[in-house]
């Protein structure tokens, strides 16, 4: 009777390893599948990235930008400013606006192109991949209503900053610009962020 027991508790302990084993490599496969299609096979995507550029240096991109909207050449402001970023490893100073508009110029008369400017710097698609991850979308084509002067509304095609608040027209709130400012929560660190505080049920 102790030889069987014996025996049943080591097919037991037995099946129970294999089970853990099996359970081990199912959980270690999903893994493994999650970070192959959130990241792509090779891991190869942006973990970090710090956002330093400076307000003027928007505003020279954008206005390059819509400017050139519907010319033979459109510039697009998000690959001037990685092309400045690139340049000043993501330090955007005084000279940033100059060398942007250098590069506007030198594109739009057509005596070189991007790729030709890029083609050695090592950093380019770095920084145009995590400029275009923050700022992609805010500038484009829409459509806004308008009236004529016998009432008759229609829809006419505008390009611009298409970024808006996020807070639904006529609710207040406040808010508190504390981006970049320094947090210890958890762990030391910059605050990415702009807080914005409206009453309980405000649409956004």
């Excluded at 739009?108 to 400029?131: H, I, P, R, V």
């Amino acid at each position: 009777m102790k030889k069987i027991c014996y025996t049943v508790s080591i097919m037991v302990i037995s099946l129970l390893l294999i089970l853990v084993c099996l359970l081990k490599s199912c959980r270690s496969a999903r893994e493994t599948s999650a970070i192959e299609v959130s990241s792509g096979i090779n891991g190869n995507y942006i973990k970090w990235v710090d956002f330093n550029v400076t307000y003027e240096a928007l505003c020279a991109a954008y206005d390059l930008d819509v400017a050139s909207y519907g010319e033979k050449i459109h510039l697009d402001w998000i690959e001037l400013l990685a092309y400045a970023g690139a340049k000043s490893g993501g330090s955007f100073g005084k000279d940033s606006v100059p060398l942007i508009q250098k590069l506007a110029a030198e594109l739009s008369s057509g005596e070189t192109t991007l790729d030709a400017l890029t083609k050695d710097m090592k950093y380019y698609t770095y920084y145009y991949e995590a400029y275009e991850a923050i700022l992609g979308g805010m500038v484009g084509e829409y459509e806004i209503e308008q009236a004529d002067d016998a009432g008759k509304k229609s829809w006419k095609k505008v390009y611009g900053l298409k970024a808006f608040s996020p807070i639904a027209k006529g609710f207040e709130y406040n808010d508190y610009d504390d981006f970049g400012s320094s947090r210890s929560y958890g762990y030391k660190r910059q605050h990415l962020g702009h807080d914005m505080m409206g009453q309980v049920g405000t649409p956004i």
